[in-house]
């Protein structure tokens, strides 16, 4: 009985502690990232207008949504009434948002299921208890490195060596090889490929390991007893090990189509001078450049913006459901013991 | 296991076969993930008559100084945006408080969350999971205007304090205080009169050291890799105040610079302390990854 009324009290009296804690980090979150996003909320209804080097605000509804979406613009019509429908402008900035969007999906396509084929492969040859390959701590260690090199100083690296000029060190040998110079930076395929190419070699490392844990995470009697059975390795792989990792690569999936929306640094960055290549702009440089501006349209970026945060909020939820029924399996138990064991030993 | 395997003569062999071929697949991509970075070096150690001559080569020159003193030379006269201190400077300014407040802050918060009990507790951390996903570039809009209005461009401080903040770190450090972390100990120390802030400082911090320096060296890399937020804020491109990254982009966005040698070298610059840091702690790194340590 005494030791109940202590803990009521002590629960009672500790429970400004947990506030005084947990206070920073939301006091610095609702004036750093909630305000910023009602801020974006707000701002997609609005038309900003530079007037002598200030930013005028102008409500207009959904009227950007209307234009980024369907082209639709406001004029009059002949009798003065107000109607909605396709101008010029509002075309334009409609073909411009979803050239944008196809271009931010082509660039993650391209980088993912090739990142995902060559990640699977190694995530199951680094978990093979048969395999007897030297050196697999080396390997992770080299494949992961190109995800910390600076993004934008690897989009620098690329464009110096892949330059469209004669000069550059790619078609400068294909030149001496008696072939003509490609536009590797600016055509449209070319730096597309390109792009995929790099941010492949950036995130295939980052990849494998997470598939690894992922298969790790699966029983291995599992495997012994295919193995005992005679299965082969290709038989394992797709059926064991592909099957139990569905969870897995769909999470994986998930969270690299989020990180996708957000490519930025390399689209970005992969030009000739400072001409945004139009075949690589994606939606994040696109939402950037229209606030990023000495003239900013804050409605059309913000309004960007929102269609962004639905389309990560829907796959977000995907993603969470995902993890929930991850955390109610015991196989998560026993994954937070691995944590446990793995972090204690540094 | 490997002796139900070894008994067959075939089946060894088959496996030395199999070992053989994906070891020579996994030294490819090990070369391939190099190589590019090698071409770097060596290109930084080129004449640019040499580059823009023979295109690619593998052997290194002996220009390195040579282009190094070039950069310092446009720096100096002020033809580039680029002097590899003032970079290292900025860089790390922003690198080092950044990760300070992110696992100072980020531990705090989880603390919070896991010894104490009171009401708000689970909203608070269902908050914390919904807005970990949230892409910076969907608030990046309303943060701007509302940086530009409160004349916080051209300053650090939207580069730095919002660091306090990092929900994918409070989620990975509760995770492993919730695996690892005794209550009773902190009940332990309240009966010896030690104070809450002393118990997380003097108890709480250590006995999650490891959480700590695996969650430091990502915010480290990633702060020092950001170009997005600098590049957003700092709007006046003044020189003294540029991140590397930056001044790597108004190399490459320069067509007026015709020494590549000068320019690998920049590039290369900019890439040797995060490929130190990187090779110093790449065990913890790989293990942190694996442990979900960073969501992109």
Request: aromatic letters at 14%; proline letters at 4%.
């Amino acid at each position: 009985m005494v030791s109940s009324s202590s803990r009521k009290i002590r629960s009672i009296s500790y429970a400004k502690y947990g506030y005084l804690f947990i206070l920073p980090f939301f006091i610095v979150y609702a004036f750093f990232q909630v305000y910023p996003l009602f801020n974006t909320f707000y701002l997609s209804t609005q038309k900003s207008t530079t007037d002598t080097g200030s930013v005028v605000l102008e409500t207009v509804g959904l009227d950007n949504f209307k234009a980024i979406l369907f082209g639709q613009g406001k004029t009059t019509d002949d009798a003065g009434n107000v109607i909605y429908k396709e101008t010029r402008q509002a075309t334009a900035i409609k073909n411009d948002f979803f050239r944008v969007m196809g271009n931010t999906l082509i660039l993650w396509f391209g980088n993912f299921i090739p990142q995902i084929i060559i990640s699977l492969l190694l995530a199951a040859w680094f978990t093979d208890a048969y395999l007897k390959v030297k050196g697999k701590g080396f390997f992770k260690i080299v494949m992961y490195m190109p995800n910390i090199i600076t993004a934008a100083s690897v989009a620098a690296l690329f464009v110096m060596l892949f330059s469209d000029s004669q000069f550059g060190a790619i078609n400068s040998m294909l030149l001496k090889a008696g072939h003509d110079t490609v536009p590797f930076v600016s055509g449209k395929t070319q730096s597309r490929v390109l792009i995929m190419i790099i941010q492949t070699w950036m995130w295939f490392g980052n990849t494998t390991i997470m598939l690894m844990s992922g298969i790790m995470g699966i029983n291995p009697s599992l495997f012994e007893a295919a193995n005992i059975d005679g299965a082969t390795p290709r038989q394992q792989f797709f059926q064991i090990t592909i099957p139990l990792l569905k969870p897995i690569m769909l999470y994986t999936m998930v969270t690299s189509m989020i990180g996708g929306l957000q490519m930025f640094d390399i689209p970005y960055l992969y030009n000739v001078g400072t001409t945004q290549n139009k075949f690589t702009e994606t939606i994040a440089v696109f939402i950037y450049n229209h606030f990023h501006n000495i003239k900013p349209n804050y409605g059309y970026s913000a309004s960007a913006s929102v269609v962004l945060f639905i389309i990560t909020a829907i796959l977000g939820s995907i993603c969470f459901a995902v993890n929930r029924d991850k955390d109610t399996t015991p196989k998560a138990k026993r994954g937070s013991k691995a944590l446990k064991n793995k972090l204690g030993g540094l | 296991m490997s002796t139900q395997m070894a008994g067959t003569h075939s089946n060894s062999q088959m496996i030395k076969i199999r070992t053989t071929i994906v070891t020579i697949i996994m030294i490819l991509l090990a070369i391939i993930s190099l190589l590019p970075i090698y071409i770097l070096v060596v290109n930084a150690t080129r004449t640019s008559v040499d580059i823009s001559g023979h295109g690619i080569s593998l052997i290194p020159g002996l220009n390195l100084f040579n282009n190094i003193g070039t950069l310092m030379d446009w720096s100096a006269t002020n033809k580039i945006q680029y002097d590899a201190f003032i970079g290292y400077r900025n860089s790390g300014i922003i690198a080092f408080s950044t990760t300070i407040l992110t696992v100072l802050f980020s531990g705090m918060t989880a603390y919070g969350l896991v010894v104490y009990d009171f009401k708000l507790k689970n909203i608070a951390y269902t908050i914390i999971l919904a807005v970990m996903m949230i892409p910076v570039q969907v608030t990046s809009v309303g943060f701007y205007q509302f940086m530009s209005r409160l004349g916080l461009t051209d300053s650090y401080i939207p580069l730095i304090i919002p660091a306090i903040a990092a929900p994918a770190v409070v989620f990975f450090m509760r995770q492993y205080m919730k695996s690892s972390f005794p209550l009773e100990i902190v009940e332990a120390a309240r009966i010896d009169g030690c104070g809450e802030y002393r118990t997380f400082f003097t108890i709480g911090i250590p006995m999650m050291k490891p959480a700590f320096a695996v969650q430091a060296i990502f915010a480290f890399v990633a702060n020092w890799n950001n170009y997005y937020t600098p590049s957003m804020i700092l709007i006046s491109r003044e020189k003294s105040q540029l991140t590397l990254p930056m001044m790597v982009n108004t190399i490459i966005s320069n067509d007026k610079l015709n020494d590549f040698g000068a320019n690998y070298s920049a590039i290369m610059l900019s890439i040797i302390p995060v490929v130190i840091v990187y090779f110093i702690f790449s065990k913890f790194i790989v293990e942190g990854v694996a442990l979900g340590g960073v969501k992109e």
